[in-house]
């Protein structure tokens, strides 16, 4: 297998763009942890992605957030279901419009999507840099939606809070009250439609995106030194 075969997801540019704390090094700590899993992944087919109550939920209310988007906007969006790539890096970028790109956030609750007003997540700048590189496009949105978290997870929630209060009925008065304030943290129905996105304009940079190229190359080279050679020699 060729290291210089492997395609970097810009889902996960973020941990190689990092800096590396040293000068002399070329690429960073957080870069090397997330190359060995990029090796893994690529030599035995495995997947590290965490299949937590976030990612389930992002999963699962994708198309109500795409609906809550589109009626936000007062048009209808199509998701993309076309993942582009170039000689360095893949994606698929949920919105891709004549002249932007729009990658959608769905908010595990209001809290986390009240946070996204305080700074620009930086995993996400340079997702949407690289969308921006693999589309063309000169401007990029991110777009965080608060849409309802699926009973399924509520209910888990439910149980799992019945087992760390150390109860077996459901009817005590203090379970029941937590549960209630668990409803509200799920539900947003009550909430304005204008009050539940967030739009975060991020426009191209093109030197940024050249930057991202030549980290992939040396994250290529270290990977092609130190994991399909090195790893591998007894």
């Known amino acids: 297998m060729d290291a210089n075969n492997i395609l970097f997801r810009c889902s996960s540019l973020g941990y190689i763009m990092t800096e ?8 960073s700590e957080t870069a090397k942890t997330h190359l060995i899993d990029v090796f893994v ?38 998701k993309n279901e076309l993942r582009i790539a170039n000689g360095w890096i893949s994606g698929c970028p949920d919105i891709i419009l004549n ?49 309802n978290t699926p009973d399924i997870l509520i209910q888990d929630q439910k149980r799992k809070l019945l087992w760390q209060m150390g109860l077996i009925d459901d009817t005590d008065k203090t379970y029941e009250e937590a549960c209630s304030e668990l409803d ?28 991202i190229y030549h980290r992939v190359d040396q994250c290529r080279e270290y990977m092609d030194k130190h994991l399909f050679k090195s790893i591998l020699i007894p």
């Not at 495995?46 to 939920?57: C, I, P, S, W």
């Open 99 to 147: 002249d932007l790109v729009v990658d959608i956030k769905s908010s595990w609750d209001i809290y986390t999507f009240f946070r996204n007003t305080a700074k620009l997540n930086k995993q996400y700048y340079w997702q949407l840099q690289g969308y921006m590189a693999l589309t063309g496009k000169e401007t990029s949105k991110l777009a965080y939606c608060l849409v």
């Open 41 to 78: 992944s690529n030599k035995y087919g495995r997947n590290t992605d965490v299949f937590n109550r976030y990612t389930a939920k992002g999963m699962m209310v994708e198309e109500d957030s795409l609906t809550l988007y589109s009626r936000f906007k007062g048009k209808f969006y199509k």
């Open 184 to 211: 509200k943290l799920a539900v947003y129905d009550d909430i304005p439609l204008e009050e539940k996105v967030i739009e975060i304009e991020i426009k191209r940079n093109d030197e940024d995106i050249e930057k």
């Open 20 to 27: 590396p704390k040293s000068k002399s090094e070329a690429i």
